[in-house]
């Protein structure tokens, strides 16, 4: 299994606050079947601004620790990017990091602040003008979204990538987010899963097994290979995800 959003890089954003939950974590993971990681800590003016470099730097820190503690995952760096009219400039001159390297990038959308459609459109143009690939977090998530999951091709574009999360399956973020991805899976419009885990204590890992016989019951076998471990093994290895949706609904 590969995990390509979550928050245990220690002490960099809201997730894990230190070296000892990070490897907490990292067990319970590696306990959950998971084998490569991407690490995606926040990128959000002025509140998160740890670089690509700093973050690289406390990566081969987890890393010797890992040995040290027989952690036998693979780890990689990423960023979670808070959209912003400068994301193409940020990802250019190194300041943030891609989904392992790729040409993948995770995108961060407000929770609650509908942002216009011509404006979220022109900043991801801006950045796929670059030749990199959107990734869209969680878009089960945004409470303005959720009151339109049909319209979320049209708000986004059809050509961009939409990542959701496996503790929404469960209810782990309200009642209106799982009804949102049950509807979005329905028209194949979510391409991989991640946990966006952040911390010890709340930890999707620890009931993976009960996500995974849900989301079973809600997909077919082929989509079902393809959220958990084909598309995330393609976006590592920087290869092309395909669009499911086939009726735009």
């Known amino acids: 299994m590969i995990d390509l959003h979550c928050h245990i890089l220690p002490a960099v954003d809201d997730g894990s606050k230190n070296m000892e939950e990070t ?5 319970k993971a590696e306990k959950a079947g998971f084998q490569k990681i991407c ?12 670089t690509k470099q700093e973050n690289l730097q406390i990566l081969e820190q987890v890393k010797r620790r890992m040995r040290d503690e027989n952690i036998s995952i693979e780890v990689f760096l990423g960023n979670e ?4 009219e400068d994301m193409e400039l940020f ?6 990091s891609t989904l392992a390297d790729s040409s993948y990038v995770l995108i961060e959308l407000p ?12 900043m991801l143009y801006k950045v796929k003008e670059k030749g990199f690939q959107v990734v869209i977090a969680h878009p089960e998530r945004y409470v303005y979204l959720q009151k339109k999951p049909k319209q979320i091709l049209e708000y986004f574009g059809e050509d961009v990538i939409f990542q959701g999360n496996y503790g929404s399956i469960i209810g782990g973020y309200g009642k209106e987010a799982q009804k949102t991805i049950k509807k979005l899976l329905k028209n194949k419009i979510i391409h991989y899963f ?22 079973q019951k809600m997909v077919d076998e082929e989509y079902f290979e393809k959220l958990t471990q084909i598309n995330p093994k393609l976006v590592i290895e920087n290869r092309e995800v395909k669009n499911e949706n086939m009726d735009g609904n």
């Open 91 to 96: 990802l250019e001159n190194g300041k943030v």
């Open 23 to 27: 490897i907490a974590i990292l067990k």
């Open 111 to 122: 929770m609650y602040q509908e942002l216009p459609q011509e404006v979220v459109k022109k």
């Open 194 to 215: 991640s946990s966006d885990v952040h911390q010890f204590k709340r930890c999707f890992y620890d009931v993976f097994d009960e996500i995974n016989k849900k989301l």
């Open 81 to 84: 990017i808070f959209i912003h």
């Open 39 to 50: 690490f995606t800590p926040h990128y959000a003016e002025p509140t998160y601004i740890n």
